[in-house]
C-alpha cells in the first residue's frame, strides 16, 4: 500500500528532515504565502525550508488532512512560531508524480 504524500509530509516535518521534505517537493513547483505575498521557487524554498526546521520553535501542534487524491492535498496545521504566536495554516497542493508542484499557504 502507498503512503499517503500527507502521511509522508508528516513524518518528515515531525523528524524535521529536510532532505526527506524536499524530496516530495517537485522541481518545477512555486511556493505561495498568501499572508506575506511571498512566492518561492523549489531552490529559493530549500533555504526557508531548511531555517525554519532547524530552528525548534517552529512547531507543528497539530495537523489534520481534509482532502487528498493522486491530484490534491488540503491539509489545516496548527502551528508555533518563533515569536510565541500561533496561528492555523490551510495548506492547499497540486501533486503532480507523487511531488508538491504547487502549494500555497492561507
Given at each position: 500500500m502507498n503512503?499517503?504524500?500527507?502521511?509522508?509530509?508528516?513524518?518528515?516535518l515531525?523528524?524535521?528532515?529536510?532532505e526527506g521534505y524536499l524530496g516530495l517537493i517537485h522541481d518545477d513547483a512555486q511556493i505561495i504565502f498568501h499572508k506575506s505575498g511571498?512566492?518561492?521557487?523549489?531552490?529559493?524554498?530549500?533555504?526557508?525550508?531548511?531555517?525554519?526546521m532547524r530552528n525548534p520553535k517552529f512547531v507543528k501542534d497539530a495537523s489534520r488532512c481534509i482532502y487528498e487524491d493522486s491530484d490534491m492535498l488540503v491539509s489545516d496545521t496548527f502551528m508555533s512560531y518563533?515569536?510565541?504566536?500561533?496561528?492555523?495554516?490551510?495548506?492547499?497542493?497540486?501533486?503532480?508524480?507523487g511531488q508538491i508542484i504547487r502549494m500555497e499557504t492561507r
Open positions: 503512503t499517503s504524500v500527507y502521511d509522508k509530509l508528516q513524518k518528515v515531525d523528524d524535521r528532515n529536510v511571498d512566492r518561492f521557487n523549489k531552490s529559493e524554498w530549500v533555504s526557508v525550508v531548511g531555517g525554519m518563533p515569536g510565541d504566536t500561533k496561528e492555523a495554516v490551510m495548506l492547499v497542493c497540486m501533486l503532480k508524480d
